[in-house]
């Protein structure tokens, strides 16, 4: 048997659904194809300058992070989203500057450290509560700065704010619950940073699903012109 009549069948299976779905929903199957295509782009892209910035940002219980730490890991983190953003707005290099600057500035407040911060407690309930709590400051910071950059170009723009503070409240809840299990069984500080992993994945892959709902308001906006 050859591998594409073996491949076939599969190719089948999945795509029926999908076409399903998109009947049901009215959305074409290029769009639905082209905005999974944008959401892989952006959660591994997001997720992978998160783990890259370990090399200029060290992991640790600590509240503070250096002016120069906090706009490289922004800077980081906002470039490889604007590899994305580029080809759906002009503008798309506000995006870079805007994370960098809000990271900046969040490290003023001694907040900024967050995304590279571990609790010191073992409480699993605090480290939840604690996460949802500063989870929610930076997400707001850093959502506030960028809802700044594209403001003028996506309709409704202001909604990224809530969902910023929102994606970053529920992963760091969830990311310092993780590594607080982890470390509890292993007793190794390693098992924080896997619980940062997992944190910065779910930002990834929600964000990703936010930045295409707004990316969609902004193309809606363009074609009614």
Request: aromatic share 10%; charged share 15%.
């Amino acid at each position: 048997m050859s591998l594409s009549n073996f491949s076939e069948p599969i190719v089948d299976r999945m795509t029926k659904p999908l076409l399903r779905l998109c009947l049901r929903w009215g959305v074409e199957p290029a769009e639905l194809t082209n905005g999974l295509g944008i959401w892989a782009g952006w959660t591994g892209l997001t997720w992978l300058a998160f783990v890259s910035s370990l090399l200029f940002v060290e992991v640790g219980e600590r509240s503070d992070l250096s002016l120069v730490e906090g706009l490289v890991g922004g800077g980081l983190i906002g470039l490889a989203q604007w590899l994305i953003l580029r080809a759906h707005l002009q503008r798309a290099h506000r995006w870079v500057a805007a994370t960098a600057t809000s990271w900046g500035m969040l490290t003023l407040l001694h907040i900024g450290a967050l995304g590279w911060m571990a609790p010191s407690t073992p409480n699993l309930f605090f480290r939840g509560m604690l996460g949802v709590l500063h989870g929610a400051y930076v997400g707001l910071g850093l959502g506030l700065g960028q809802w700044l950059a594209i403001r003028q170009e996506v309709s409704r723009a202001w909604r990224w704010v809530p969902i910023s503070s929102g994606i970053w409240a529920m992963a760091i809840a969830l990311g310092w619950t993780i590594g607080g299990e982890l470390r509890a069984a292993s007793n190794l500080f390693i098992s924080e940073v896997v619980g940062l992993m997992v944190a910065w994945g779910v930002i990834a892959a929600l964000s990703g699903i936010g930045i295409i709902a707004l990316l969609d308001t902004q193309r809606v906006r363009r074609d009614n012109r």
